[in-house]
């Protein structure tokens, strides 16, 4: 959490009459504008410490507005906002303080609070593969610095032990990994694949020609978090957490990604995003 503080002073300055006709300038100060900000995020908490104000009023810089003394505020991203408090004194009279936000690229998600609810602000990177998907219905994706976040929804349950295969062009580089007809439009670094629901995923890296199905495993311990995990009339939908640091060319500006799922048994391929037909889903991560 980055805590930063902001003091502003507002000054209003009086007219007080002489013995004759000629007027003076007194500063008069009525308000000193003081606020503190605890930026989690996109999220920002505005602390006022604004004393002798009869109202408030906050423009966020964003469009919105609010009149609570001391709002938190979602960012709707990355971005350079100038945040003002207005504060009104019984007078009637009204001064301001205004000081600049600036958001990195962050993620809304969080894995450890038992809930999907926040994947509702991923908005911009969602794969909807239709029909063509199988029993997958919808994928997001979304990242900050450190993370690669997946939401996944499909027609299944845990306790089918399926098997998921995500095929990562980590590098978005065509001419390394492996080329396959499975997702066009990349070359497959890295594939994870497992039971994901029923407790594990490995890891395996390519070698060798592209043109090989030939993939090495690897030890990689904690790469990733299973977040919250919804089931509900045959229906699951979950969330991963993937840390770029930790798989090979996760920290460059962009991946490309393919997800197949598979009966336990590997008797038949049960569906896959994006959909049959369709080319790997390019993330750009270059925020």
Known sequence: MNKLRYLITAVAIGLMAGGCTKFQTTPTPEVDILFALEITGNEVL?????????????????????????????????????????????NGNTYEGSTVINIAKTSPVRIDDNTLSDWEAVTQHVIDPGSAGGIVNE?????DGNYLYLYVDLDSQ????????????SDNNPGTGLLTGTFSGGGYDILLEGPLLAGSMDVFYHEGPQSGFTFAQQSIPDYYTLGTVVTAGGRTQFELRIERGKLKGLTG?????????TKSDWSAQLGRAPGEGQPAYLLPMDE
């Open 139 to 143: 994928v997001k994706l979304d990242y």
């Open 253 to 261: 500006g962009g991946l490309r990604l393919g997800m197949t799922v």
């Open 46 to 90: 505005f602390i006022n410490k604004t004393e002798g104000a009869q109202s408030f009023r906050w423009d966020f810089g964003d469009g919105n507005e609010s009149t609570s003394e001391s709002p938190v505020h979602q960012y709707p991203g990355k971005g350079k906002y100038v945040a003002t408090l207005y504060a009104t004194l019984p």
């Open 158 to 169: 845990p306790q089918a032990g399926d098997i998921f295969d995500f095929y990562l062009d």
